[in-house]
């Protein structure tokens, strides 16, 4: 190639350089693979005379079709509030999720062997959590409760309490939440928006939820188990859990000689469209003359599109 510089193509992959977790039945990483090992699971099973006599609602812990399994975190409301600064009052309204979600990032990066203090570049994160679990109403001022309680701050609130001055996003996309979070710090980390990232996602539920009523056709388990990738699978289980993986450019991670768990050769975005199921009980087809269809709605086929 003379008279040309030969310019080698960056690589795409990323480095999976830390991580920190905290799920039913294992309270860190190195007990999750051992729950995957064994075989095991961590959905807790109730008894429905427990359940009643601890105050359940007879009319929906009796129906035939409710499954009284759950994925129960322990612990879930404890908070080390002194180790970030806190005090006792302006911690107990913090979203437990909040909480949580900032304890395990601040393991994760521990994990990593990465001080933010020292690191030579931006660290960013991409979070999302469940709906709020604290009730918005009370004395607070309605920007402390915004702040405190809006699942929109998961990720700002991590960035403020660990010194991180990347790119600090709030993802939603349901039950893809964690997956998408990792996808944009891929892509965050491969233009160049940051040099390392923390990526995950948090639930926590309310106090007083015991199980689900299954739904002949929707994602939830009708036996309270999950079996991923068994040809028994029939769904999943609703179950609280918190989650975090701290990546980097490969590259980098070679270069800085960091503990590489795993990489990720690549990761996509995409939609089923008209395609998949959405709100297919509110949107099911009425019956030939019904005067509830609505009118110019509708698709290919004669199909209505959801609205």
Known sequence: MSGTMAVARPTEAI???????????????????????????GITRFDIDALL???ADPSLVRRPEFVPAKGVLDGSRNFDWTYFRYNRAEAAHIDPQQRVFLECAATALDDAALDVGRFEGRVGVYAGSD???????????????????????VAT????????????ITVQTACSTSLTAIH???????????????????TVSPPGEWGYLHEQGSILSPDGHCRPFDE????????????VVVLKRLEDALRDGDRIAAVIRGSALNNDGSQAGFHRALHSRPERGDPARP????GRAGRHRPH
């Not at 028994?232 to 989650?243: L, N, Q, R």
């Open 15 to 41: 480095a999976v350089v830390g991580m920190a977790c905290r799920y039913p039945g294992a309270a860190d990483i190195r007990e999750f693979w051992q729950l995957l090992r064994d075989g095991r699971e």
């Open 53 to 55: 006599a601890k105050g």
């Open 131 to 153: 709906r709020t679990l604290l009730d918005s109403s009370g004395e607070l001022s309605p920007l402390v409760r915004m702040v405190s309680h809006e699942k929109d701050f």
């Open 157 to 168: 609130r991590v960035a403020y309490k660990l010194g991180l001055r990347g790119p600090a």
């Open 184 to 202: 944009m710090a891929r892509q965050a980390l491969l233009t160049g928006e940051c040099d390392a990232a923390l990526a995950g996602g948090v």
């Open 232 to 243: 028994k699978a029939a769904g999943t289980v609703p179950s609280e859990g918190v989650g």
């Open 295 to 298: 009118a110019g709605r509708r």
